[in-house]
């Protein structure tokens, strides 16, 4: 396989992403030797199949991909948002289990999350979306005064920012 075939895999499978079908996405990027790409395709490959594996519900190996598409770009701050965003949905659905986590740990999924919007900030600090989930992940851990300025700093970059998990403190804000 050369590297051309590699591109046009890797093109119908981002297309089959954005229409919804992520087995077929899959598929196709599976059928990729991605180590003939260079880092930053790879990077694209990982993410959109962390991606696809996000919508199905299989979160575990999204987390995996998102890892290993930061393994090839680590600077690139969409990543770390969707990563984060991954870890806080794992969360969602896994209550009984993050019980467990933070009685035996101390650490949670929404930690996991935290720390992956803070290294999205690191490398964009002007991406509003990562400060807002930021301060979502703060107040769901009860760090309230924390959380509210990361919300004020979200909406002072973006004054049109959609309150998407419908936090009570965001709303409070003037």
């Known amino acids: 396989m050369n590297k051309e075939k590699c591109i046009k895999l890797f093109d119908k499978g981002k ?28 990077s694209l490959v990982h993410h959109f199949s962390a991606l696809c594996h996000a919508k199905l519900a299989r979160l575990s190996r999204s987390i995996k991909e998102f890892k290993k598409a930061l393994k090839y ?3 690139y701050s969409k990543i770390h948002l969707d990563l984060g965003l991954t870890y ?19 650490k949670t999924y929404l930690h996991y999350a935290l720390k992956a919007f803070e290294a999205g900030i690191i490398i964009d600090s002007e991406n509003a979306q990562l400060w807002y989930y930021r301060g979502y992940m703060l107040q769901l851990i009860g760090k309230d005064l924390e959380a509210m300025e990361n919300y004020k700093k979200a909406k002072k970059l973006d004054k049109k920012l959609k309150n998407l998990e419908k936090s009570r403190l965001f709303d409070d804000l003037k």
């Open 15 to 42: 297309g089959l992403y954005k229409k919804g079908k992520y087995r077929a996405a899959l598929s196709e990027f599976s059928k990729m030797e991605i180590d003939l790409l260079g880092n930053y395709d790879e």
């Open 73 to 75: 770009n680590p600077n």
């Open 88 to 106: 806080y949905y794992f969360h969602k659905e896994n209550k009984v289990r993050e019980f467990f986590l933070k009685f035996f740990t101390a």
